[in-house]
């Protein structure tokens, strides 16, 4: 059985999350919502084909309830990584327009990000 690296990493992004608001690292805080919302959207699975995304399920009777994908560890590094590289490519083209103060902020998050890549 595949250990869930996603679940592992979301739980250390949450009490991160936790810390940063408390602290009042608005930025941080927001930045590690996207991540978290990044592995789950990876966790999210194929619709089989030909099936429709616009079914009718009543939430109280379960038929809406989808089991999630688990991760593996190098799938989760590689979700992380493609999330800094956006953020590198981003900075290199504020760089370009003369923006620092926005290619100082994306290296910034870059930066964060990389704490939850080993």
């Not at 940063?20 to 930025?27: F, L, N, P």
């Not at 079914?55 to 590689?78: K, M, N, P, W, Y």
């Amino acid at each position: 059985m595949m250990r869930d690296a996603g679940h592992d990493i979301k739980t250390r992004m949450r009490a991160d999350l936790r810390a940063a608001m408390k602290e009042g690292r608005a930025s941080e805080a927001k930045l590690i919502r996207v991540l978290v919302a990044a592995i789950d959207n990876a966790e999210a699975p194929l619709l089989p084909a030909g099936d429709s995304s616009k079914d009718q399920h009543r939430f109280t009777d379960g038929t809406a309830e989808i089991a999630r994908l688990s991760l593996g560890h190098a799938q989760v590094q590689a979700v992380l990584m493609a999330e800094i590289e956006d953020r590198e490519r981003a900075a290199a083209e504020m760089d370009r327009l003369e923006r620092e103060d926005r290619a100082e902020a994306l290296r910034a998050e870059a930066m964060i990000a990389k704490r939850y890549v080993d």
